[in-house]
Structure formats: structure tokens, C-alpha cells
């Protein structure tokens, strides 16, 4: 199974290709063969294939330094993401609040679980429909297992629900909290029922219809 974080960066690349200017960049056939050797985990082949590019083209393109940064947390060197994934966020028109989150990725790396939890909460205020900050407020309390960290997936879990009416209605968060590892703990605890039963009950019975 493919973890929360691992599954947002594939999606937050092609995202970011969409949407971020590029004119003059990084050519899109490297970018693709670049998501391919990511996809396959070769993430060492990846980042030499970017680092091959013109440095000044790097340097200006919002999309490949952002990938440099997933690229960076696969390899392990998280400290080096967060560099990267805070130089994305200043070489152009960059959404904030994904930039949070891949900053509070590789905060969480480093173990810095304030700094995430702090950037993850600025990303919630920017998107407050948005549900990934909410999951990722979760996944930083799950990686510890304090009653106070139960206390903030309890926080976090309230927060989701009252970002909007039909919460519930989401493919991808159901996605996550059923099938992804991070979730594992409290998707096998009894809390998991009383926390988001009621949405889960309401989703399953519009996917039946």
C-alpha cells in the first residue's frame, strides 16, 4: 500500500503541471520520463536526470523544483527537500497551501512535528474546504501515539466535518483513510467508528444508488 504522502506526490506533480507557468522551462518530455522513474521508485535516476538540465531553467521552474523536493524525500534527505520545496514556493505563482504541505512532509521527516502540524494548520487557513490539511493533521498525530496526539486527531477529525456539508462526499479522502497505511492504526480501532462512521455510512450509501 502506497502511503498518504507518497500518493499526494505523485498527484501534486501532475497538478502542478497543470497549472503553473512554464513557458520556457524544463522541456515536458523530461518531466514525463522524470515522473516515470519516480513512479517506479528510482528516485536516484529521477533527480540525475533533472540535475542534467540547464541550471538556469531549473532554477526558474516552479514544477521541476517542486519535484526535485519529492524526489529529495524519496532518496531520505528531507532537509534538502524542505530547501527545495521552499524554493518552489518563492520562483513563482505557487499555491500556498501546497506548498504547506509538501514543506510539512518533509518537516514530518525530519521530526519536527510542530513545524509540520504549523504548516498544515496555515495550509487548513488557506483551503478550509480542502480536505488534505486536515489528513495530514491527523497523520502527523498518528506517527505518535501521546493521549494528547489522540486528542488532535480528534480535533482534526471535528475540523474536517465542519469544513463543509458533505464532507463525506469525496472519493480520494475515503480512498486514503480506508486503504493507505498511514491510517492503519486508528482505522483499526474502535475509534475509527465513532469518528467517522456517520460518514462513511452516508458514502456508502450514495455510491449504492
Not at 93 to 113: S, T, V
Request: charged share 30%; hydrophobic share 45%; aromatic share 10%.
Amino acid at each position: 500500500m502506497q502511503s498518504l504522502e507518497h500518493r499526494i506526490r505523485a498527484l501534486a506533480w501532475k497538478a502542478n503541471r497543470r497549472t503553473l507557468p512554464r513557458a520556457g522551462r524544463i522541456r515536458e518530455s523530461v518531466l514525463d520520463e522524470v515522473a516515470t522513474l519516480r513512479d517506479s521508485g528510482r528516485f536516484a535516476d529521477a533527480t540525475e536526470l533533472l540535475e542534467r538540465q540547464p541550471a538556469e531553467a531549473l532554477a526558474q521552474d516552479p514544477v521541476a523544483l517542486n519535484g526535485m523536493g519529492h524526489l529529495r524525500l524519496g532518496l531520505g534527505r528531507a532537509e534538502e527537500a524542505l530547501a527545495m520545496f521552499r524554493h518552489a514556493e518563492a520562483a513563482a505563482c505557487f499555491d500556498q497551501a501546497k506548498a504547506l504541505i509538501n514543506q510539512g512532509h518533509a518537516l514530518m521527516a525530519l521530526r519536527q512535528y510542530g513545524e509540520a502540524e504549523a504548516a498544515f494548520e496555515k495550509a487548513k487557513s488557506l483551503k478550509p474546504d480542502w480536505f488534505v490539511p486536515y489528513l495530514m493533521l491527523i497523520s502527523a498525530a498518528e506517527w505518535r501515539s501521546t493521549e494528547q496526539d489522540r486528542f488532535k486527531v480528534r480535533t482534526a477529525v471535528h475540523a474536517l466535518k465542519g469544513s463543509r456539508p458533505d464532507w463525506w462526499r469525496n472519493d480520494e479522502l475515503w480512498s486514503y483513510l480506508v486503504e493507505d497505511a498511514d491510517y492503519a492504526r486508528i482505522r483499526e480501532s474502535d475509534e475509527f467508528e465513532i469518528l467517522f462512521g456517520d460518514g462513511l455510512s452516508k458514502y456508502e450509501e450514495e455510491i449504492a444508488k
